[in-house]
């Protein structure tokens, strides 16, 4: 069986305030593991530096030697891209076939969809064949039919694999074994994601009575070395000469008589006592995670002049090889609209289409699928121009959605789903009419994705949604225009496609 060992490890970035990870132990063996946690806790952090893209001196990390890391980004091609497509043997077309791999998305990266990116991404891990295989949301950007055939590529890999992802469905297929890392600290469990989460919640729920045995404790100590000092206080008065008069030697002997039966240092051995149990008790205190209310509030404005938005019936080239049309379609104001459809069948290019549509940028929020570092570094730029007063009401939606605003500010490369985060919360600030939002549960943890759940439910404005998490949608809109391959390369959108369906409502 292979194993993978990391023993003592500490990791801090250049220039960060704190380390993401102290005298980390972990070990893993044949078979997925996944980790979790929220977003910014180190996880992707965590894969780099098991695949060595992080250097790190000091790092204790054995046996992996072969290793392969499947990024989250689909920003850019794969190196190994052509080798893949010009390998002609059983194995290379098998995992083609597997994965819906054409010849022809050669060359075209930047015309595919990031469902269909990561699909090339993940036939390249798997013809790689390593010995450990790292997958940072290997179904982010995928739909339901393509998540499925990922799910099956994946149990086919037998090495040690280790996952990072918000996907309960695939977190419960494929892990064997979990590991949460919570508060600089990772908790291990020899089992599945869902029974990892309820023995965790259990042992949360025992550590916190035991903290708040341990705090009534210390409350009481407190309360007796308090009371033991005023003791003290009054025998140090009782015994002072201050006040008393030169010629009252009778009174002088009774304190010279009770200083040496030596009552007052009776008193203050007790107080040396009781601050040495404190001591002791805080030493031994318990160390429970800070929990924090989630949720964020959309303020919508009167939005008349930008809407009914019309689009005309048209069609809409997506490659050589792959056209979309579509009918007249109008948004009024406080519609709420999802979008679904297959990779590929033009969701992301229409919705390009309808945003160039909204002449006043002030009036909408978009967030796309996937952002660019040159994104980040824009976002970060304009974010650090602000006055601090507009900082805080940024930071306080960032701690809302469920992430620690103050390591966001020390990190020097913040996930994808705390840049998701950002940019959500930097938009709200312009009180938007019309919120577009392209796979915005993509790099989200499970907390975050409740958070902004909720926030959407209670918008008092119009919505348009693309996603690929049926659950999500169905909570949130009312209609659904719906992207359908009618035959090979053409593709036409669907306005309410199933009326007596779960979503319409």
Known sequence: MQHLTIKNLYYQYPNAAIPIFEDLNLEFETGWSCIVGANGSGKSTLLKLIAKEIKNENMMIKDNDCTYYCTQS???????????????????????DLL??????????????????????????????????????????????????????????????ILVSHDRVLLDTLSQATMMITNQTVVSFKTSYTNAMIAYEK??????????????????????????????????????????????SD?????????????????????????????????QSIKVDKTYTLGITFNAENASNIF???????????????????????????????????????????????????????????????????????LFDEINCLPNAL?????????????????????MLPSPGEIRKLMIAYGLLQNPSLIILDEPTNHMDLDS????????????????????????????????WEFTKISEGAYQLIENPHKNGTIKK
Not at 256 to 272: E, F, M, P, S, V
């Open 449 to 480: 994705i409740m958070a902004l759940e909720f926030a959407l439910k209670a918008y008092d404005g119009t919505i348009i949604l693309i996603s690929h998490d049926q659950m999500f949608l169905e909570k949130l809109v009312t209609e659904i």
């Open 203 to 248: 042992d949360i729920a025992f550590l916190k009575k035991i903290k708040q045995k341990q705090n009534n404790q210390l409350q009481k100590l407190e309360k007796s070395i308090q009371s033991q000092r005023e003791k003290v206080s009054q025998s140090k008065k009782r015994l002072s000469k201050k006040s008393i008069g030169k010629n009252d």
């Open 308 to 378: 009914p938005i019309t689009v005309e019936k048209g069609a809409l080239v997506l490659s050589e090889t792959k056209k979309l049309s579509y009918p007249k379609l109008t948004i009024d104001q406080y519609d709420k609209i999802g979008i679904t459809g297959d990779n590929g069948s033009g969701k992301s290019s229409f919705l390009a289409n309808v945003i160039a549509m909204v002449e006043c940028k002030n009036d909408y929020l978009y967030i796309p699928q996937e952002i660019s570092n040159q994104q980040n570094k824009r």
């Open 100 to 161: 819906g791999i054409k010849d022809d998305w050669l060359g075209q990266w930047h015309n595919l969809s990031h469902g269909e990116r990561k699909r090339v991404q993940l036939a390249i891990a798997l013809f790689k064949n390593p010995d450990i295989l790292l997958v940072d949301e290997p179904t982010n950007h995928l739909d339901n039919k393509s998540q499925k055939i990922v799910t099956h590529a994946l149990k086919s890999f037998k090495g040690i694999g």
């Open 251 to 283: 009174r002088k002997n009774k304190i010279n008589l009770a200083k040496l039966t030596g009552k007052d240092k009776n008193d203050g051995r007790i107080i040396t006592k009781l601050q040495s149990q404190q001591k002791q008790l805080l030493s």
């Open 74 to 96: 689909t920003e850019q091609s794969p190196k190994d891209f052509e080798d893949f497509i010009y390998t002609f043997n059983s194995k290379a077309f098998k995992i083609r």
């Open 391 to 411: 900082k805080g009401e940024i930071y306080t939606i960032i701690r809302k959605l469920a992430s620690d605003p103050k390591k966001l500010q020390a990190s």
